[in-house]
């Protein structure tokens, strides 16, 4: 799967190009976990690709969640990171994923502005979105005037229903909300796997005996060697002690990570780890 910025759209159409695209099925969103609900949007795209002819599936997403940009004060954190969701979506067989960052420039495109745009340079013959999907300058563009757009330019849209589970609807609020309640349980069952948070970019650190005072670690025993980290940008449980493998280059360690206001404490009872050793992946 190839990846391309929103900066650099003329990439899209050589790549669609070079490959004998002569259209794409593209689906747009956040897709923070990616959850179940997202799973109807890409089937959507990936059916509709194998129904027309020198087509192609692609994404387009954010580097980070708009929510997280937009309320920074108010937000919980991520589900997951850009390299995660890349991740995932090579998984599923996408072939392309265009990746924006929401900064001020672009919450100032016009929703016309944006699909003209993925008309242009990325061949967009079918879309499928969720239906509260809104874009463009202050979310001014919604599935009404989408709609209209897509009649107008004689595309196909596709409106997917939201999806529940035990009555809720599936969300990614409602994921972060699950995880930072420390309901790791349900926050699996709507994603539809595990929750990993991803160290590859973390450096951690080994705590000294003399470094306990300094923080809250009334939850933590005494172990041979404990190794922490500041918070991450994605979502964590909040003052929870919960069992995780640790997954380093070399290994997989079934632990107990605590989780504490001061950040992500690894106890490592068997001293296995060091401060050399690269700790990938925690799997709560």
Not at 113 to 125: Q, S
Not at 198 to 212: G, P, R
Request: glycine share 6%.
């Amino acid at each position: 799967m190839k990846v391309f910025s929103w900066d650099d759209l003329g990439s899209v159409k050589s790549f669609l190009t070079q490959n004998s695209f002569n259209f794409s099925c593209l689906t747009i969103g956040g897709f923070d976990g990616p959850h179940l609900g997202h799973e109807v949007l890409f089937e959507k795209v990936l059916s509709k690709k194998n129904e027309v002819k020198s087509s192609c599936a692609g994404v387009v997403t954010f580097a980070r969640s708009p929510r997280g940009v937009k309320s920074q004060n108010f937000y919980k954190g991520d589900l997951s990171t850009l390299s995660q969701k890349i991740h995932y979506f090579e998984k599923k067989g996408l072939d392309f994923c265009l990746v924006i960052n929401f900064d001020s420039d672009f919450k100032k495109t016009l929703g016309i502005d944006f699909f003209d745009r993925l008309l242009g340079y990325c061949n967009m013959k079918f879309l499928s979105v969720g239906q509260d999907f809104r874009c463009g300058y202050k979310g001014s563009m919604g599935v009404s005037e989408i709609s209209e757009y897509f009649a107008n330019n004689n595309l196909e849209l596709s409106i997917c229903n939201d999806v529940f589970l035990d009555k809720n609807r599936i969300s990614s609020s409602i994921i972060r909300d699950f995880i930072f309640d420390g309901d790791i349980a349900n926050a699996k069952k709507y994603l539809g796997k595990n929750y990993v948070l991803d160290c590859s970019e973390i450096k951690w650190k080994l705590l000294k005996d003399d470094e306990l005072s300094d923080f809250s670690l009334q939850n933590l025993k005494k172990s041979k060697n404990i190794f922490f980290t500041k918070k991450l940008n994605q979502v964590m449980p909040q003052n929870a002690k919960l069992n995780a493998t640790v997954i380093t280059t070399s290994l997989q360690i079934k632990t107990t990570v605590n989780f504490t206001q001061d950040g992500i404490f690894i106890e490592d009872n068997d001293g296995v780890l060091s401060e050399n050793v690269f700790i990938e992946e925690i799997v709560l």
